[in-house]
C-alpha cells in the first residue's frame, strides 16, 4: 500500500500535477489539503477517470481536504464531529480496505502573538480527543496531511532564525509531541535521520527548492501496528519544480499489505 499527502493550494489550478503525479506512481490512496473549492465544484469526475474514488470537504477560497483511494472508502468522518460543522474542511477521516486514514489540514496560526496561535494549539489538543474517542493506538491508524510545524531543528532549513516563530516555535512542538505521545510513529523518520529533507519552500524565497530553503510541515504519521509494516517513506521533490507547483510538494510511504488489513 503506497499512501501519500499533498497541500494543493488549490486543487483546481493543480490538476495537471496532480492527475500526472497519479498516473506515475498509482498510490492506492491520496490526501490532498488545501482544495479551496465548494464541494459542488470539487473535480471528482476527473479523478474518478483516473481511476480513483474522492471523498471531500471544501470551501470557497480557503481550507477544503480531501481522500482519493483506489478502493470505495467504508465510512468516512467530517471534522470533529463527524458530520462536518466542526472544522469539516480541516479534517476527514475515512477507512480505506478496513485501515483508517486522518488528513488534516491543521490551522497555520498565523503570528505567535496572535488569538489564531492559541486556536491551533487547541485544535491539537481537540485532535487528540478525536483520536481517543474514535481509535485505538493498538490498532492500525494512519495519520497524514499538513501538520504546519516542523517538529525538530532537522526539519527547517534556519533552526536558529526561525525558532520561536510560527511553525517552528515551542508550544507548537509541545502540542505535537503530546499527539505523537498518544501513539505515533513519525514515519518518513523511520528511514530518514538526517536534516535537509523538506515538503514545502516559500513563495516568496527566489529559487528555495535549489537553494535548500525549505521546511518539513506535510506528515505522514502511524500508529505500531502499521508503522511496523512500513517499508520506506520518501518526499518527491520534482512536482515542486515543475510547471505552476503548488508550494508543497508529495510526501509519499509504502506498507506492507498484511497484517494491517490493506
Known amino acids: 500500500m503506497i499512501i501519500a499527502t499533498f497541500n494543493a493550494n488549490s486543487v483546481r489550478a493543480r490538476m495537471p500535477v496532480i492527475l500526472a503525479w497519479l498516473a506515475a506512481n498509482a498510490p ?18 476527473a479523478f474518478r477517470d483516473a ?14 481536504v480531501a481522500i482519493l483511494s483506489k478502493e470505495p472508502a467504508e465510512r468516512v468522518l467530517y471534522g470533529f464531529d463527524g458530520a462536518g460543522a466542526d472544522e469539516g474542511t480541516r479534517l476527514v477521516a475515512a477507512w480505506i480496505s478496513g485501515v483508517p486514514v486522518v488528513n ?34 493498538h490498532e492500525p491508524l494512519i495519520w497524514l496531511g499538513d501538520f504546519n510545524v516542523a517538529p525538530e531543528r532537522r526539519d527547517v532549513y534556519d533552526p536558529d532564525g526561525m525558532y520561536g516563530h510560527v511553525g517552528f516555535h515551542p508550544d507548537e512542538h509541545r502540542a505535537l509531541k503530546a499527539l505523537g505521545a498518544w501513539g505515533f510513529v513519525d514515519v518518513y523518520r ?20 535549489r537553494r535548500g530553503q525549505g521546511w518539513r510541515v506535510d506528515h505522514i504519521w502511524a500508529t505500531p501496528p502499521a508503522a511496523d509494516r512500513a517499508r520506506d517513506a520518501w518526499i518527491d521533490v520534482a512536482p515542486r519544480l515543475g510547471e505552476r507547483p503548488s508550494d508543497h510538494t508529495f510526501v509519499c510511504a509504502k506498507f506492507d499489505r498484511q497484517p494491517i488489513g490493506v
Open 190 to 209: 523511520k528511514f530518514h535521520r538526517d536534516g535537509g529533507h523538506f515538503s514545502f519552500w516559500d513563495y516568496r524565497l527566489r529559487d528555495a527548492v
Open 104 to 137: 488534516t489540514y491543521v490551522p497555520q496560526g498565523t503570528d505567535p502573538q496572535s488569538p489564531k496561535f492559541n486556536y491551533k494549539l487547541n485544535w491539537f489538543a481537540r485532535l487528540g480527543d478525536f483520536f481517543s474517542a474514535h481509535f485505538s493506538r
Open 28 to 45: 492506492d490512496a491520496l490526501c490532498i489539503q488545501e482544495t479551496k473549492v465548494r464541494d459542488e465544484e470539487f473535480p471528482a469526475d
Open 51 to 64: 481511476g480513483y474514488h474522492a471523498v471531500y470537504k471544501g470551501e470557497k477560497s480557503y481550507n477544503g
